[in-house]
């Protein structure tokens, strides 16, 4: 099992869900969160006072997949959440170790 | 009796109301210093309810409005400081109004023509049936209604001056301050810009006024009285005070434009009552100031948020609402005199101005007033003042002013350079007087009881450290 981690940007999230629902993805969990990397902050400006934030709203989306699906999963990510611009985001693939599901007891693959 | 009034020197709308309130046995013409009897019979109903109106405007400017309009501009952990300060002052200056305020501004100082006397110290010998002058002979208001109307702007002036060093002060010496800074500043401001004897009794006592009065200052609605003079005492006060704890360090943005914009806005409306109530009468000049106040004010909250769109690229609201405010302070002397057109061009220039100094001349200078209100107060109280000298001028449009030293009284013949160079005056002895002397107040109580709070109380914020709740809790 594989939890793919994307941070992308916020008005891509439609997207990403649709082509992820494509591939059959059954869930996933989404966070409003801010950061930065190499995109340069935004700049707000009170009466002449001028304050550069570099932390960037983004979305993160966390998706746990099954081995197999792991690679398209990754790739229609990529795909759907890029603009060609900088500060599309990045994405994490990590080992899962288990999974478990709440309601039934199901574990691994059964439970994604 | 004698009795006493503000003063914008210019205006009655004589023609008006002379012909329309007079009573029936007055028709032969206006008496000259009438009894109290004779004044019973010279009260308009319709000018009564209008100057209650604005009364209550003119306190709704300060709470809710300037606090909300404050409160929105300072770090959440201040919110709660910033709305107290301002509650705590207009109820200060309320009492102290009636101790001994309108009598040290509304009576007769004698040879004396910086401050009034204690005669009606605590309204002794004020009452239901004691009467105040207007601006035209023979037309009068109940007394009471003048010290009411008056009371809202001793209110609103040493509330307008602690958004200079908002987030940095502390509760209880500011409160002194108040009392010290109304009875030694303001009161003596208001009689030197306003008081005088009336249009039925100054020509028999030619030297019966305060000295910018006498000089011949227009000042409609306070643009000395209360703008410049709260926004240099603010400037003095945030020098004394010194910088926030990482001011320029640290990011400091508004924590709520919402609130900002509710209170910008509630300014507007209430000023109508500052304006046009300061009329005292409900007539055509009052509409005058009414449909200044209004043009003025959309002219200079579109101005600023031009001028950003060319310096910045974006319009912002904070600039828009920042705007409105300059125009109404810039319009407040100028609101009886002007025409709707030139006070157009006077809401704009002094928006621009005061954009000049609230983004550029600030950070050059690198004083801390936290809220701007040297650099829209005074700065647009200074264009409006001087402003007023020309948009009064009949040649533009403007209502020019009355003679009041003859009776009845008549057109005086305008003459547009003296009356900008004694309007330049007022600003002068204004900024001179209330700068200098607020120093020292503020400069004594910070010496001797102190005026900021520890760093530590600071960092925390003023909610929790000097008040102990917070603006919030979610």
């Not at chain 2, 509760?171 to 249009?199: C, D, K, Q, R, S």
């Amino acid at each position: 099992m594989k939890l793919v981690i994307a941070i992308i940007k916020p008005f891509k999230l439609d997207e990403v869900r649709e082509a992820l629902s494509g591939l059959g993805v059954q869930g996933m969990t989404v966070t409003e969160v801010k950061g930065f990397g190499r995109q340069k902050g935004q700049t707000e400006i009170y009466r002449g006072a001028e304050y550069s934030t570099n932390m960037v709203p983004k979305i993160k989306v966390e998706v746990a997949t099954t081995d197999d699906l792991s690679g398209r999963v990754v790739e229609a990510i990529q795909q759907s959440a890029n603009t060609g611009a900088i500060g599309d985001g990045k994405i994490f693939v990590l080992d899962v170790a288990q999974a478990v599901r709440i309601r039934t007891g199901e574990t691994d693959d059964v439970a994604l | 009796m004698k009795l006493h009034h503000k003063l914008a020197t210019g205006f009655g709308a004589l023609a008006v109301s002379a012909l329309t309130a007079m009573p029936a046995w007055a028709q032969e013409g206006p008496i000259k210093a009438p009894t109290a009897e004779q004044m019973a019979t010279m009260v308009n109903k319709g000018d009564v309810s209008w100057m209650l109106v604005s009364s209550a405007l003119v306190l709704m400017m300060s709470v809710p409005a300037l606090a909300l309009f404050y409160g929105g501009l300072v770090r959440t952990k201040n919110m709660l400081s910033v709305l107290m300060q301002v509650l705590a002052i207009v109820s200060v200056a309320a009492l102290v109004w009636v101790g001994w305020g309108y009598s040290m501004a509304f009576t007769s100082g004698g040879d004396n023509h910086f401050f009034g006397g204690f005669s009606k110290a605590f309204l002794k010998g004020v009452d239901g049936t004691t009467m105040a002058a207007t601006f035209s002979n023979n037309l009068y208001l109940p007394e009471y209604v003048f010290v009411i109307f008056q009371m809202t702007f001793a209110c609103i002036t040493p509330a307008l001056i602690v958004g200079a060093f908002a987030e940095r002060v502390k509760f209880w010496p500011l409160m002194l301050f108040t009392v010290l800074w109304l009875t030694i500043v303001y009161f003596p401001m208001a009689h030197m810009v306003w008081y005088w004897a009336g249009p039925d009794f100054l020509p028999d006592a030619p030297s019966d006024y305060g000295l910018i009065w006498g000089w011949g200052a227009l000042d409609f609605a306070g643009g000395t009285v209360v703008h410049i003079n709260a926004g240099i005492a603010g400037l003095a006060g945030c020098l004394v005070l010194g910088k926030r704890i990482g001011y320029k360090k640290e990011p400091m943005p508004p924590h709520s434009l919402t609130m900002t914009m509710i209170g910008a806005s509630l300014l507007w409306i209430g000023w109508f009552g500052f304006n046009a109530g300061s009329n005292l009468e409900a007539n055509g000049v009052t509409a005058v100031a009414f449909i200044n106040t209004f043009v003025a004010t959309a002219a200079a909250a579109l101005a600023w948020a031009l001028v950003e769109q060319l310096v910045h690229g974006k319009p912002s609201l904070l600039g828009a609402a920042s705007g409105a405010v300059a125009g109404l302070v810039a319009i407040t002397p100028a609101a009886g005199f002007a025409a709707p057109v030139t006070s157009i061009i006077l809401g704009a220039f002094a928006s621009a101005v005061c954009f000049f100094f609230v983004t550029t001349v600030k950070n050059k200078l690198g004083y801390d007033d936290t809220l701007d209100v040297f650099g829209i107060h005074c700065i647009g109280g200074i264009v409006g003042a001087i402003g007023t000298g020309i948009v009064a001028d009949p040649a533009l449009g403007g209502q020019g002013f009355f003679d009041y030293t003859v009776f009845p009284a008549a057109v005086g013949s305008y003459d547009m350079m003296a009356q900008v160079i004694t309007q330049t005056k007022a600003v002068g002895l204004t900024l001179a007087f209330s700068g200098i002397v607020s120093a020292i107040l503020f400069f004594a109580i910070d010496k001797t009881i102190g005026l900021r709070p520890t760093p530590e109380a600071e960092v925390e914020g003023l909610d929790i450290s000097e008040h102990g709740e917070r603006a919030y809790n979610y």
